[in-house]
């Protein structure tokens, strides 16, 4: 029996998080991240790639951020987690990228081998879209037993 006196639910969660460029606060999506690895099922060491790219995406998004003129950026960060995977959603929330910054905000992460290799060491699907002028990252870690064919 639990301590709580109201079951906790067990159904697919969404947290959403605005966060500012601040490394205390930027721990708060760990946290979170590890609690939704948590609940999709992922093992210890796939909770720990999906909040060490999580972060990376976060470190990316900020830079972009600041790259584009914003001094005080902030993250619009969504987690959610499902049954078999936990997907995370990494956007500027501080205003559109300009136009001519995004076909450049688009290929930067491609055209730097370690960033793609560490993001595609740690998780299992990675997409970068620009959405209403916002850059957006968007991770999915499959737990073991739910990972698509190639990707064991």
């Known amino acids: ?23 205390r606060l930027t721990a708060a999506v760990d946290v979170v991240v590890a609690n939704a690895g948590e609940r999709a099922g992922l093992s210890l060491q796939e909770q720990k790639d999906l909040i060490r790219a999580t972060a990376e995406a976060c470190d990316e998004t900020f830079s972009l951020s600041r790259r584009n003129g914003r001094s005080d950026p ?60 916002r850059f957006r990252t968007t991770l999915v870690k499959y737990h073991a037993a739910a990972k698509p064919q190639g990707k064991r």
């Open 1 to 23: 029996m639990s301590a709580w006196p109201i079951p906790m639910p067990a159904d697919p969660s969404r947290v959403e998080l605005l966060v500012p460029a601040d490394d």
């Open 74 to 133: 902030r993250l619009h960060v969504v987690v959610s987690d499902f049954p078999n995977r936990v997907e995370v959603s990494v956007e500027q929330s501080d205003g559109p990228v300009p136009p001519s910054a995004q076909a450049a905000s688009l290929s930067a992460p491609e055209r730097d081998p370690l960033t793609a290799a560490l993001y595609h060491i740690n998780v299992d699907r990675l997409h970068h879209e620009i959405h209403d002028g």
